[in-house]
Structure formats: C-alpha cells, structure tokens
C-alpha cells in the first residue's frame, strides 16, 4: 500500500460498532471453498425493466434524431441517451461484487474493477447502497444493494451492512478467504457487453414508438 494509501486508511478507521460485528462474524465463519458472490436480486431486474419501457414510452428522439428524418448530430443525440438508459438499466440489473482467495472484483462499463485483499483496511456499507473499499487510492466503490435505511423501513436485512462485514472479515482474516480463484464468468462481466446492444435496441424502441 502506498503512503498515500496508508494515511487515507488511517483516516477512516473502522468504527467501533462494526468492528465488534467483524469480530463476532470472524469467530462463528468457516472458510468458504468457492468465491463469495453478490448479485442483483430478481427485483432490481424488474425495476430495470420497467425503467426501459418507461425510456422508451416517455422520452422523444431529439430533432434529427428518428430514423425517418436523420441527422448526424441527432442521430449522436438519440444513441447517447438511449446508451445512458441501458448502462443505468444494466448497473441495476446485473451488478455482482466478487470475493475469491486473490481479493474483490465488481463488474464497471467497460472492465471489472479488482481489489487486493492488502489493500483493504475494511469495507463500509454507505447510505446509497454501494460497498466501498477503504485503504486503496480512490477508494473503489461497487454493487447497489437496497440502502440500509430503506431495509430498516421495509423491515428487511441489511443486506449491504452484511456484505461490507464479511468482506472486512476476510480482508482482516485470510485464513478465512475462499481457497478457490474465482472463474472467468465472475471476473470479465463489463455492463458494455449488455448495455451497448441494450442501448440500440431502446433508441430503435423509441423511434418506433414515437413515429
């Protein structure tokens, strides 16, 4: 870790009520043989999917930017925002956080974020529903769990609270990390693969709509 790094982490020490959960969770845990892996839920891809229909049903091609009556820079316009819609459309749907024996890796645009076990001092739960690794420069940040505030109004578990423990666990612990290296398909899941064939198909959608 770099000095910069170390000072960032130092900074931000884990708060002491999570550091009594990171230690009861250390003591109870086996080590696990397969990568931990957390995903979207079948809610968040329904959510996704209305959030498309409701892209394609609500917005209007820009001037110049329907197939029928084109222009460069509508054209540019209308594949921007509908690329927008389905990265959003992606990020929701098929978010994944990814803990093997190497460290934590989630999906972004176009790679998959990877995060050495070394570098992580703890792992926070933020109030939007993120993960976010402390101790590395910039302090990568992944998933979209349900915000922990909307989990104690639903009634529900706080799911990313439990994620960001674990994880601090095994960054703490590496006895306790997954012996296995996690595969292919969990570790090259960039959202372009989906979300650029999602954003033509919306901006065609749109237009058929709306001619």
Do not use: K
Request: charged letters at 20%; glycine letters at 10%.
């Amino acid at each position: 870790m770099s000095a910069g790094a170390a000072r960032g982490a130092r900074g931000r020490e884990m708060r002491p009520a999570q550091r009594e959960r990171v230690q009861v969770l250390a003591a109870a845990m086996g080590r696990p043989m397969e990568p931990l892996v957390w995903r979207s839920g079948s809610t968040a891809r329904i959510t996704a999917a209305l959030w498309c229909v409701m892209f394609v049903v609500s917005t209007v091609p820009p001037a110049g930017g329907s197939l029928s009556d084109p222009s460069a820079g509508g054209l540019v316009v209308a594949v921007w925002t509908s690329l927008l819609a389905g990265w959003a459309a992606c990020r929701l749907a098929l978010w994944r956080v990814t803990a093997d024996g190497d460290g934590v890796r989630f999906n972004r645009m176009w790679s998959t974020s990877f995060t050495p076990w070394r570098a992580i001092s703890h792992v926070e739960a933020r109030r939007d529903g993120l993960l976010e690794m402390v101790g590395p420069a910039g302090e990568p940040m992944g998933g979209l769990f349900r915000p922990p505030w909307l989990s104690r109004l639903l009634g529900r578990p706080d799911d990313v609270g439990e994620a960001a423990d674990t994880l601090t666990a095994l960054a703490l612990h590496p006895r306790l990390r997954p012996s296995d290296r996690a595969r292919r398909a969990l570790t090259d899941a960039p959202y372009a693969r989906w979300a650029v064939p999602l954003g033509i198909l919306l901006c065609i959608a749109r237009d058929l709509v709306h001619h």
